[in-house]
């Protein structure tokens, strides 16, 4: 089925571990976000990328990275995971950077750090 | 900054009724575009429905159907004939137009059908 595909589904990390979070989309979209997802707080944007080749901060960047690796996938790390990065993580794609375009999101990742 | 304000965490609606959630928004943008997102427990992001602000009419998709009054900044949703498979979070979500088409969410509202 034609989608976002998010890897793992569920990750347990201990303090300080890092860890890459995947996506891959198969319907030739040229835009890809991260989010994270918090009680309370609705989802916020961490990083996305406009378009192959360039990435941009998001709402709340600090202690991530990505990589835009190709047009298909958008990657997220974690470099030195903190109990505050516990949250629910989605990947998303739009079709272009500009136009009135809803997004079409994975089924996310539920990160915890202990 | 835009904002996207979402005042009940929690509503519950009985099988077959009406209910309606609430949204406004803070811009000073005149051109924009409002959506809204159901999230039910599988955690996947459906889009529901979407609306343009250049557009007067209000958009309609099936059971749902938004109220969208501009110079209130207020994006309501109404679920008509509610059904068992409409509870689930939902998120309202704001886009400004004419640059990067960045979502900005909502804290969501909660809705549980009771048969």
């Known amino acids: 089925n034609a989608g976002v595909t998010q890897t793992p589904k569920f990750q347990v990390l201990k303090t300080g571990q890092s860890m890459t979070l995947q996506c891959a989309q198969d319907?030739?979209?040229?835009?890809m976000y991260w989010y994270r997802q918090d009680p309370g707080m609705g989802l916020r944007l961490i990083y996305y990328?406009?378009?192959?080749?360039?990435?941009d901060k998001g709402e709340v960047p600090n202690g991530y990275n990505v990589s835009r690796l190709n047009k298909r996938e958008f990657s997220l790390r974690l470099e030195s995971a903190a109990p505050s990065q516990t949250s629910v993580y989605f990947c998303?794609?739009?079709?272009?950077?500009?136009?009135?375009?809803?997004?079409?999101f994975g089924s996310g990742t539920r990160l915890t750090v202990v | 900054a835009q904002t996207v304000t979402q005042s009940q965490p929690e509503m519950s609606v009985q099988e077959a009724e009406t209910v309606t959630l609430s949204c406004t928004y803070d811009?000073?943008?005149?051109?924009?575009?409002l959506f809204w997102y159901k999230q039910p427990p599988s955690r996947q992001m459906i889009l529901v429905i979407r609306?343009?602000?250049?557009?007067?009419q209000n958009a309609t998709e099936n059971r749902f159907s938004v109220n969208f009054q501009k110079a209130a900044k207020s994006f309501s949703l109404k679920i008509s004939d509610s059904q068992l498979g409409d509870a689930a979070m939902y998120f309202c979500?704001?886009?400004?137009?004419?640059?990067?088409?960045?979502?900005?969410f909502g804290t969501g509202t909660l809705l549980a059908v009771q048969p």
């Open positions: 998303a794609s739009a079709p272009n950077w500009r136009g009135p375009y809803g997004y079409t």
């Open positions: 319907m030739n979209h040229n835009s």
């Open positions: 990328s406009a378009s192959e080749g360039t990435t």
């Open positions: 811009t000073s943008e005149s051109d924009y575009y």
């Open positions: 609306q343009e602000a250049y557009k007067q």
């Open positions: 979500a704001y886009m400004r137009g004419g640059a990067t088409n960045k979502l900005i």
